[in-house]
Nanobody, 124 residues
Framework: QVHLVESGGGSVQTGGSLRLSCEAS?????MAWFRQAPGKEREGVAG??????????PDSISMKGRFTISQDQSKKTIYLEIANLKPEDSAVYYC??????????????????WGQGTQVTVSS
């Protein structure tokens, strides 16, 4: 069982930055950040192999270079830094843990555990 608690969301202006945190209880092989805007599907924005520290990002051009995932293994915490925020980044951001085998990490079905989400609102 893995319990996830996200924090760090809030309201920012276009061009600003945020750092989201997700603390995990229990061990996991892989963690990721997803986001879901109203009326849209939940999408993966960054993942990290916890053991190797290797980050993964989707190929989306709109997110390229602006999202950075990192971790502090001693705190069992991952972070998502978002730079140059845009209104279209507004969404609830979720942390996910424990990647299931043979499922691409960008799929919601790939993860067994989810946090409660943290709201990010970007105003123009």
């Amino acid at each position: 069982q893995v319990h996830l608690v996200e924090s760090g969301g809030g309201s920012v202006q276009t061009g600003g930055s945020l750092r989201l945190s997700c603390e995990a209880s229990g061990s996991t092989n892989f963690m990721a950040w997803f986001r879901q805007a109203p009326g849209k599907e939940r999408e993966g924005v960054a993942g990290i192999d916890v053991g190797r520290g290797r980050p993964y990002y989707p190929d989306s051009i709109s997110m390229k270079g602006r999202f950075t995932i990192s971790q502090d293994q001693s705190k069992k915490t991952i972070y998502l830094e978002i730079a140059n925020l845009k209104p279209e980044d507004s969404a609830v951001y979720y942390c996910a843990a424990k990647l299931r085998m043979n499922i691409r990490w960008t799929q919601t079905s790939a993860f067994a555990y989810w946090g409660q989400g943290t709201q990010v609102t970007v105003s123009s």
